[in-house]
């Protein structure tokens, strides 16, 4: 019988299969293995709105968004159709000197076939245009008036430029066109102009001049549901101060003082106190480094204690002689002596510093070192600083400061303190507030707020379009005056809360074109939505993205630079969203050399500028100010946050007067040996990039001994980073 190997499954040839671009339904059954699909909800869903949306459900939904979006458009113009309707406002506003904004205006009259026998030379002009169904509504203003304009185009629909020929726009009309770019062209700033009644007309029905439609009361403020009008807190000043003692406190006191909870103090902890002889005008600290020849004999004796009476008989008399001779020294130089008390610390310290120091170190004369601290400023180049280099030499030498010679530095800096990290190091934002944080207000979510406030804002109040009456109260006489027919007169509402005081902050960069120093605190021009008024900001640095770090510090920037965004921080009512602002300086001559013309009221703004709180019916202020000022800055608001901390820093510095490797003796960073001992536990650095610490405290002038990660050498120089916290000013 003969025999044959069969193979086995493992080792047969298996060929690769032929793949079909369609699957039969036998291939997809074999390779389901009995498996069979279940259609989620979710993908069920997508199935469902895939098949919904045909062809012809996309034309419906089409059509559906075209009508919404041309009611949408009727609603917002109907407000503006026939003659009788609101009229759209539009801005005339001359650039250069030859030109006229009214004669602008009576040629586009002209040109729609309107009448211009009734047009101003100045102030506004309603205009009917029965070609367009429509009316206008012209506000004419003068040549050379910023702030005019700048109102005016805040509630204009259209602005029109005027333009010469011949003549070419001046540094005025840029200035306008800047600051118009800045605060927002009409398209830009949303605001609400309530325009004022109809005047009468003739009745269709009656034939006689009366209203169509009789007045109706659509609003009137009451005492308990309008919102309270105070802007600022009056803090109380004497919460914190200590009151007269009660009963039960004058009791226990009586008690505390019959029996004392004090324990007596342990044999040998107050400190001795020592008489020494010392030339006069030498302090407590210099004496202790006197060596009191005393001490020595007495040292002596007891050591000598043990020793035969001979030689102690022979030291006596040789003792007795230098005591003769020591009584006649100290009669001929009484009256340069005097007593002096030394407590055992002083003399301890003293001798442990003699221990620990391992070289001899000699102060220089006051002279000479006064000499060379002269020459080594004179050679960095930061003596005699004017206003005007101020800031060249803060980029030369930024956030430096020169440690004075007659005021400890202890307390010229006491407000200051070290940070080992700018953006880690702790910092309590309610520590040690001025007076002025007591007059703000604080939200406690700022967004949230504003979310609630633009809700509220859209189901309350008379629907945009509604003519409507405005009766004011309470207004003074002086504003009634200040008012001309030929100056715009713009009423803006306020949402809840915008008039309450608190601290805002704009994210500015400053104008290319302004070429002066522009240093924080200085007094300039706030331009924000509705409002203008002076302003004293603080300027700091922005973080990219926002980001505020886990301890919220910023650095203090004490010039607004060129090509830089930064943080301007000033007093102001609240605002919300991102609103554009404008910082501008008053000038006391225009660009032509012409003297402003002011007219200035009591208890008003100095600016041209009336503004009407329709919440509430609180009068405003109006002025005339025109001095063409310059732009300074502009910018957007970022957030009211009261808890930003501005880090002010300085940089004390001083010279390595003498290096060995890592370490270092350092002259005229300080100038005295408390002074040492007080800043002893900050950080040093360099500007090489090593850090260090002070070691000790090297004779009487403020030199000191500082030890280096990395070896220094002489021509670096060694900082210490100091900081305190910069408010603004109202």
Same mark, same amino acid.
């Given at each position: 019988?003969?025999?044959?190997?069969?193979?086995?499954?493992?080792?047969?040839?298996?060929?690769?299969?032929?793949?079909?671009?369609?699957?039969?339904?036998?291939?997809?059954?074999?390779?389901?293995?009995?498996?069979?699909?279940?259609?989620?909800?979710?993908?069920?869903?997508?199935?469902?709105?895939?098949?919904?949306?045909?062809?012809?459900?996309?034309?419906?939904?089409?059509?559906?968004?075209?009508?919404?979006?041309?009611?949408?458009?009727?609603?917002?113009?109907?407000?503006?159709?026939?003659?009788?309707?609101?009229?759209?406002?539009?801005?005339?506003?001359?650039?250069?000197?030859?030109?006229?904004?009214?004669?602008?205006?009576?040629?586009?009259?002209?040109?729609?076939?309107?009448?211009?026998?009734?047009?101003?030379?100045?102030?506004?002009?309603?205009?009917?245009?029965?070609?367009?169904?429509?009316?206008?509504?012209?506000?004419?203003?003068?040549?050379?008036?910023?702030?005019?304009?700048?109102?005016?185009?805040?509630?204009?629909?259209?602005?029109?430029?005027?333009?010469?020929?011949?003549?070419?726009?001046?540094?005025?009309?840029?200035?306008?066109?800047?600051?118009?770019?800045?605060?927002?062209?009409?398209?830009?700033?949303?605001?609400?102009?309530?325009?004022?009644?109809?005047?009468?007309?003739?009745?269709?029905?009656?034939?006689?001049?009366?209203?169509?439609?009789?007045?109706?009361?659509?609003?009137?403020?009451?005492?308990?549901?309008?919102?309270?009008?105070?802007?600022?807190?009056?803090?109380?000043?004497?919460?914190?101060?200590?009151?007269?003692?009660?009963?039960?406190?004058?009791?226990?006191?009586?008690?505390?003082?019959?029996?004392?909870?004090?324990?007596?103090?342990?044999?040998?902890?107050?400190?001795?106190?020592?008489?020494?002889?010392?030339?006069?005008?030498?302090?407590?600290?210099?004496?202790?480094?006197?060596?009191?020849?005393? *001490?020595? #004999?007495? @040292?002596?004796? !007891?050591? $000598? +204690?043990?020793?035969?009476? =001979? %030689?102690?008989?022979?030291?006596?008399?040789?003792?007795?002689?230098?005591?003769?001779?020591?009584?006649?020294?100290?009669?001929?130089?009484?009256?340069?002596?005097?007593?002096?008390?030394?407590?055992?610390?002083?003399?301890?310290?003293?001798?442990?510093?003699?221990?620990?120091?391992?070289?001899?170190?000699?102060?220089?004369?006051?002279?000479?070192?006064?000499?060379?601290?002269?020459?080594?400023?004179?050679?960095?180049?930061?003596? *005699?600083? #004017?206003? @005007?280099?101020? !800031?060249? $030499? +803060?980029?030369?030498?930024? =956030? %430096?400061?020169?440690?004075?010679?007659?005021?400890?530095?202890?307390?010229?800096?006491?407000?200051?303190?070290?940070?080992?990290?700018?953006?880690?190091?702790?910092?309590?934002?309610?520590?040690?507030?001025?007076?002025?944080?007591?007059?703000?207000?604080?939200?406690?979510?700022?967004?949230?707020?504003?979310?609630?406030?633009?809700?509220?804002?859209?189901?309350?109040?008379?629907?945009?379009?509604?003519?409507?009456?405005?009766?004011?109260?309470?207004?003074?006489?002086?504003?009634?005056?200040?008012?001309?027919?030929?100056?715009?007169?713009?009423?803006?509402?306020?949402?809840?809360?915008?008039?309450?005081?608190?601290?805002?902050?704009?994210?500015?960069?400053?104008?290319?074109?302004?070429?002066?120093?522009?240093?924080?605190?200085?007094?300039?021009?706030?331009?924000?939505?509705?409002?203008?008024?002076?302003?004293?900001?603080?300027?700091?640095?922005?973080?990219?993205?926002?980001?505020?770090?886990?301890?919220?510090?910023?650095?203090?920037?004490?010039?607004?630079?060129?090509?830089?965004?930064?943080?301007?921080?000033?007093?102001?009512?609240?605002?919300?969203?991102?609103?554009?602002?404008?910082?501008?300086?008053?000038?006391?001559?225009?660009?032509?050399?012409?003297?402003?013309?002011?007219?200035?009221?009591?208890?008003?703004?100095?600016?041209?500028?009336?503004?009407?709180?329709?919440?509430?019916?609180?009068?405003?202020?109006?002025?005339?100010?025109?001095?063409?000022?310059?732009?300074?800055?502009?910018?957007?608001?970022?957030?009211?946050?009261?808890?930003?901390?501005?880090?002010?820093?300085?940089?004390?510095?001083?010279?390595?007067?003498?290096?060995?490797?890592?370490?270092?003796?350092?002259?005229?960073?300080?100038?005295?040996?408390?002074?040492?001992?007080?800043?002893?536990?900050?950080?040093?650095?360099?500007?090489?990039?090593?850090?260090?610490?002070?070691?000790?405290?090297?004779?009487?002038?403020?030199?000191?001994?500082?030890?280096?990660?990395?070896?220094?050498?002489?021509?670096?120089?060694?900082?210490?980073?100091?900081?305190?916290?910069?408010?603004?000013?109202?």
């Amino acid at each position: 019988m003969s025999h044959s190997h069969k193979p086995s499954t493992g080792l047969k040839q298996q060929n690769k299969k032929f793949k079909t671009r369609h699957a039969s339904k036998g291939d997809t059954k074999k390779q389901a293995k009995g498996r069979t699909s279940r259609v989620t909800p979710k993908g069920a869903a997508k199935a469902a709105m895939k098949a919904s949306q045909t062809r012809q459900d996309r034309q419906n939904k089409a059509k559906q968004l075209q009508l919404k979006k041309r009611n949408d458009l009727l609603i917002a113009t109907r407000a503006f159709c026939g003659t009788e309707g609101v009229p759209r406002i539009v801005a005339v506003i001359p650039l250069c000197s030859d030109v006229s904004a009214a004669a602008a205006a009576k040629a586009l009259a002209t040109s729609v076939g309107a009448g211009d026998d009734t047009c101003p030379s100045l102030g506004t002009w309603k205009l009917p245009v029965e070609r367009f169904k429509t009316s206008l509504q012209f506000v004419l203003l003068p040549y050379r008036q910023l702030y005019m304009a700048l109102d005016a185009c805040k509630a204009a629909d259209y602005v029109v430029f005027v333009l010469s020929p011949t003549t070419e726009v001046d540094s005025w009309g840029e200035l306008l066109m800047r600051s118009l770019q800045a605060q927002g062209l009409p398209e830009v700033v949303s605001v609400m102009h309530i325009i004022s009644a109809p005047q009468a007309r003739t009745s269709k029905f009656t034939g006689l001049s009366a209203m169509d439609v009789e007045p109706t009361i659509l609003s009137e403020a009451t005492p308990d549901d309008a919102e309270s009008l105070t802007s600022k807190l009056d803090p109380d000043t004497m919460a914190n101060e200590q009151t007269w003692p009660t009963e039960d406190e004058m009791a226990t006191g009586s008690m505390s003082n019959s029996r004392s909870m004090l324990p007596d103090a342990a044999k040998g902890t107050t400190p001795k106190r020592v008489i020494k002889r010392v030339p006069r005008g030498t302090s407590a600290y210099q004496a202790a480094w006197i060596v009191d020849e005393d *001490d020595g #004999e007495d @040292e002596d004796w !007891e050591s $000598d +204690e043990g020793g035969d009476g =001979d %030689e102690k008989m022979d030291e006596g008399s040789v003792e007795g002689s230098e005591k003769t001779e020591r009584v006649v020294e100290e009669v001929e130089e009484e009256e340069d002596l005097v007593d002096l008390d030394v407590t055992n610390e002083d003399m301890e310290s003293s001798n442990g510093r003699m221990a620990s120091k391992s070289t001899t170190f000699e102060d220089l004369d006051m002279a000479d070192e006064k000499e060379q601290h002269d020459a080594w400023l004179a050679s960095r180049g930061k003596k *005699d600083i #004017e206003r @005007e280099r101020e !800031e060249a $030499d +803060e980029a030369d030498f930024p =956030d %430096e400061v020169d440690t004075p010679h007659d005021t400890p530095a202890r307390e010229r800096f006491a407000r200051y303190r070290g940070l080992r990290s700018f953006r880690t190091s702790p910092w309590d934002p309610f520590e040690n507030l001025p007076l002025d944080y007591a007059r703000i207000y604080r939200f406690e979510d700022y967004e949230r707020t504003k979310r609630n406030v633009r809700r509220r804002a859209g189901e309350e109040g008379v629907q945009a379009g509604t003519r409507v009456t405005i009766y004011l109260k309470n207004v003074s006489k002086a504003c009634a005056k200040a008012y001309s027919p030929e100056t715009p007169f713009v009423i803006f509402g306020l949402w809840q809360y915008e008039h309450k005081s608190t601290v805002l902050h704009f994210a500015v960069q400053r104008n290319t074109e302004y070429h002066g120093s522009v240093r924080s605190k200085d007094p300039l021009v706030l331009c924000v939505g509705p409002r203008r008024f002076t302003v004293n900001p603080v300027y700091s640095q922005h973080s990219r993205g926002g980001s505020k770090g886990t301890n919220n510090v910023h650095k203090f920037e004490r010039y607004l630079k060129h090509g830089q965004t930064m943080v301007a921080t000033v007093y102001g009512p609240v605002a919300f969203g991102k609103v554009p602002c404008v910082l501008m300086r008053e000038n006391e001559m225009d660009g032509e050399g012409v003297p402003p013309f002011k007219i200035s009221f009591p208890r008003f703004n100095p600016m041209l500028q009336a503004t009407i709180i329709a919440r509430g019916l609180t009068p405003g202020y109006a002025c005339f100010h025109d001095p063409a000022p310059d732009l300074v800055a502009s910018g957007t608001f970022l957030n009211p946050d009261t808890k930003r901390i501005i880090a002010k820093r300085i940089i004390l510095t001083g010279h390595p007067y003498k290096v060995h490797r890592k370490t270092a003796t350092v002259r005229f960073m300080f100038f005295n040996p408390a002074d040492v001992m007080y800043f002893k536990p900050i950080e040093l650095r360099t500007k090489y990039g090593m850090t260090g610490h002070i070691s000790e405290s090297l004779g009487t002038h403020g030199y000191f001994k500082a030890h280096f990660d990395q070896q220094i050498g002489q021509q670096d120089t060694v900082c210490m980073n100091l900081y305190k916290r910069v408010y603004p000013r109202w």
